[in-house]
């Protein structure tokens, strides 16, 4: 599995990249098959007041591609919502795929024929 994480219009700090790595590990606890995971984090300084901060991800799984992205006044927030969301999405695909408790046509009981008298 791949990891990366860039920041725009901020540096990536080594508590920030720890951080982001152990929170991670939930979503890799819940579903090992993923193959790629690439995190953007942004500081969008539009006022002095209004500091917005986003972060985004895409993860590659088997078959599918999920991307989540959260704002926040923080940044380690906006990672915290982001990984929930992610871990959610993630966990919806786990049960779709792991569905296989349906019955094939071949085996469900016939209705009953009226019988012609």
């Given amino acids: 599995m ?3 994480i860039s920041g725009h219009h901020l540096e990536v700090t080594p508590a920030i990249r720890e951080y982001v790595q152990t929170k991670l590990e939930r979503v890799k ?4 098959q993923v ?3 690439a995190v953007i984090l942004t500081v969008d300084n ?3 007041k209004e500091k917005r901060q986003k972060a985004e991800i895409n993860l590659r799984l088997a078959g599918k591609t999920v991307y989540v992205e959260s704002l926040s006044h923080d940044l380690y927030a906006a990672i915290d919502t982001l990984i929930d969301k992610l871990d959610r999405q993630v966990m919806k695909y786990k049960s779709k795929v792991q ?3 349906h ?3 071949k085996h469900m009981p016939e209705a009953e024929q009226p019988s012609a008298a």
Avoid: S
Wanted: glycine share 0%; net charge negative; aromatic share 6%.
């Fill in 2 to 4: 791949n990891l990366t």
């Fill in 46 to 48: 539009l006022t002095e």
């Fill in 103 to 105: 019955q094939a046509i």
């Fill in 99 to 101: 569905d296989h408790d």
């Fill in 29 to 32: 606890r819940h579903f090992d």
């Fill in 35 to 37: 193959i790629d995971i």
